[in-house]
T-cell receptor, first 113, second 115 residues
Framework: DAGITQSPRHKVTETGTPVTLRCHQT?????MYWYRQDPGHGLRLIHY???????DKGEVSDGYSVSRSKTEDFLLTLESATSSQTSVYFC????????????FGPGTRLLVL | KNQVEQSPQSLIILEGKNCTLQ??????????LRWYKQDTGRGPVSLTI?????NTKSNGRYTATLDADTKQSSLHITASQLSDSASYIC??????????????FGRGTQLTVWP
């Protein structure tokens, strides 16, 4: 998985609790992304980062926040988890934009009860 | 509306046979088109990336074609193997100049290869 780890790999939580997912890379890539994948939908971008402390929203950012204090770590936080946020979350990295490959992590399965 | 449509939704073939997966898109302005393979329980892995000027690209037994005029792409798998069983995702990137190109993901074709 191209030097990308995600933690935790599985999590069960209750509605209303905060949840933080971590993405860690060892490739020193500039760009990092958080996606969610749900049945019947393609991967959808939540947030992305183009450098330390530089982040921007994706198409489904409501209810999520991110932080990137170091090149290697990109955190996704659900401030108050809802059942609609039950999903598989993928982190991805790339060295640049344009016609550049994105490398995906192994995913985190999140169940919000 | 920018969209990526893949067909068929699912496909079952016998080991050793060839198959072709289709991707139609309406994304504009076009930047590039990617095919990913996603094994069950794992993240997607890139197979090919094609820009406007490329109409075919191979990666081992995988060959992708692109017709930018008709906005269609196909992924041809030759001599299928059991390990080819996976979801194949077509992704089209929109050119937004200096800002991050927006990626549009298809829902994938689920391929099952039977022995």
């Amino acid at each position: 998985d191209a030097g990308i780890t995600q933690s935790p790999r599985h999590k069960v939580t209750e509605t209303g609790t905060p949840v933080t997912l971590r993405c860690h890379q060892t490739e020193n890539h500039r760009y990092m992304y958080w996606y969610r994948q749900d049945p019947g939908h393609g991967l959808r971008l939540i947030h992305y980062s183009y450098g330390v402390k530089d982040t921007d929203k994706g198409e489904v950012s409501d209810g999520y926040s991110v932080s990137r204090s170091k090149t290697e770590d990109f955190l996704l936080t659900l401030e108050s988890a809802t059942s609609s946020q039950t999903s598989v979350y993928f982190c991805a990295i790339s060295p640049g934009q344009g016609s550049v490959t994105q490398y995906f992590g192994p995913g985190t399965r999140l169940l919000v009860l | 509306k920018n969209q990526v449509e893949q067909s068929p939704q699912s496909l079952i073939i016998l080991e050793g046979k060839n198959c072709t997966l289709q991707c139609n898109y309406t994304v504009s302005p076009f930047s590039n088109l990617r095919w990913y393979k996603q094994d069950t329980g794992r993240g997607p892995v890139s197979l090919t990336i094609m820009t406007f000027s490329e109409n075919t690209k191979s990666n081992g037994r995988y060959t992708a074609t692109l017709d930018a005029d008709t906005k269609q792409s196909s992924l041809h798998i030759t001599a299928s193997q059991l390990s080819d069983s996976a979801s194949y995702i077509c992704v089209v990137s929109a050119d937004r100049g200096s800002t991050l190109g927006r990626l549009y993901f298809g829902r994938g074709t689920q391929l099952t290869v039977w022995p």
